[in-house]
C-alpha cells in the first residue's frame, strides 16, 4: 500500500481559539442561579458549553456540575451544546445546522491538516489566512462519494452516498493562521461529528495487510420465545497497521506513541480511505527491528463512539 501511516495531535477548541460560528448557541436558555427549575427542565453554559438536565423539582441556586464530575443530585449534564458537539470528544454527536456549518479558527501555532467526520454535506471548504501572506490555502473538496457508479444506469439512478470521514493533510506550515472551515449541504442540513485540526506527522509507509472494522455496542437481546430486540447503541472504528518505519525514526516513535497514550489523537492509516482513519487510541503497539535500516511497527486503534 505505501501511504504514509499519519499521527495528528489535535488542537483543544477553546473559546480563544473558535473565532466564529454560524451555528447558534440556543439550545436551551442560559443557566441563570436565582431563577427556578423543574424536572427535566435543561439549560446551557456558555462557559463549559453544555448542556444540562434539572433532575429535581424547586431547583434554585444549585451549582451546575464542574468537570470531571457530570452530575450533582440537582443537575445532570448531558453532553455539548450544538455548536460545540463537533469539537468534543464524541464522534457519533454531531453539529447540525441548515445549509452549512462554518467555523473560524485562529490557530497559534501550526495546523498542516483538518479532519472530519462523522459528517453529511455536499463540498468541505478550507481556507488559510496568514496575518503577513493573506491566503495561503484555497481549497474544495467534494463529499459526494462516486463509489460504484460504473455505467449510465447507476450515474442516473443509483443512490448517491456520501464521504463522511475525510482527512485533508499537506496545509502550509504557516503559524497564527485564521482556519476556516465550512461543509456545504445548500438545502438540506450539514452535520458534523467531529472537525479536528492540528499538525500532521508521517510516520511511516502503510503495508498491504491493514485490517479495520467496528466495534458495535448495541444490546441484542432474545426473549423465551426467540423474538430478538435490539437497542442501538454507539460504535466505534478499529484498525490494525504494519508500518515501515526508519531505523534512526524508532527512539522518537517510541517517546511519540507514550506522550499520547492516554490522549485521543488522529491516526490515518492510510489517506485513500475514510475507513482507515481514527480518532483515538491505540489499544497497543510494538516494533519489531527487522532490518539494518528499517523496522515493522504493529498497532492497533481504537477511535471514540
Not at 442560559?30 to 456558555?46: K, P
Not at 472494522?213 to 435490539?230: E, M, Q, R
Request: proline share 4%; with cysteine; charged share 20%.
Amino acid at each position: 500500500m505505501s501511504d504514509g501511516f499519519t499521527i495528528i495531535p489535535v488542537v483543544a477548541i477553546t473559546d480563544d481559539i473558535l473565532v466564529s460560528s454560524n451555528v447558534p448557541e440556543n439550545d436551551y436558555a442560559v443557566y441563570n442561579s436565582g431563577s427556578t427549575y423543574a424536572m427535566d427542565a435543561c439549560v446551557i453554559s456558555l462557559t463549559t458549553h453544555h448542556v444540562y438536565r434539572s433532575l429535581q423539582n424547586a431547583n434554585t441556586n444549585k451549582p451546575l456540575p464542574v468537570l470531571p464530575a457530570t452530575a450533582t443530585d440537582w443537575w445532570q449534564d448531558i453532553g455539548a451544546t450544538n455548536r460545540h458537539k463537533m469539537f468534543d470528544r464524541s464522534v457519533q454527536s454531531q453539529t447540525s445546522n441548515p445549509n452549512s456549518i462554518e467555523v473560524d479558527l485562529q490557530i497559534a501555532g501550526r495546523a498542516t491538516a483538518v479532519t472530519i467526520l462523522n459528517a453529511d454535506g455536499d463540498e468541505l471548504h478550507i481556507e488559510m489566512e496568514s496575518p503577513t501572506a493573506g491566503v495561503v490555502y484555497d481549497q474544495t473538496f467534494s463529499l459526494i462519494d462516486h463509489a460504484g457508479i460504473s455505467d449510465h444506469y447507476s450515474w442516473y439512478f443509483d443512490d448517491r452516498d456520501r464521504i463522511r470521514d475525510l482527512a485533508i493533510t499537506g496545509l502550509p506550515p504557516y503559524a497564527g493562521v485564521n482556519l476556516r472551515v465550512s461543509i456545504l449541504r445548500p438545502g438540506g442540513t450539514a452535520l458534523c461529528g467531529a472537525c479536528l485540526v492540528g499538525q500532521a506527522k508521517e510516520i511511516g509507509g502503510t503495508q498491504f495487510g491493514a485490517r479495520v472494522g467496528i466495534t458495535d455496542y448495541s444490546a441484542k437481546t432474545t426473549d423465551p420465545f426467540g423474538n430478538l430486540t435490539v437497542l442501538e447503541r454507539a460504535y466505534s472504528k478499529r484498525g490494525s497497521f504494519s508500518v515501515v518505519v526508519q531505523n534512526t525514526f524508532i527512539d522518537r516513535l517510541h517517546n511519540l506513541l507514550a506522550k499520547y497514550r492516554a490522549t485521543p489523537v488522529v491516526y490515518i492509516g492510510s489517506p485513500l480511505y475514510g475507513c482507515m482513519v481514527n480518532y483515538g487510541f491505540y489499544k497497543d503497539y510494538e516494533t519489531e527491528i527487522q532490518y539494518t535500516t528499517e523496522s515493522l511497527l504493529s498497532i492497533n486503534i481504537e477511535s471514540l463512539t
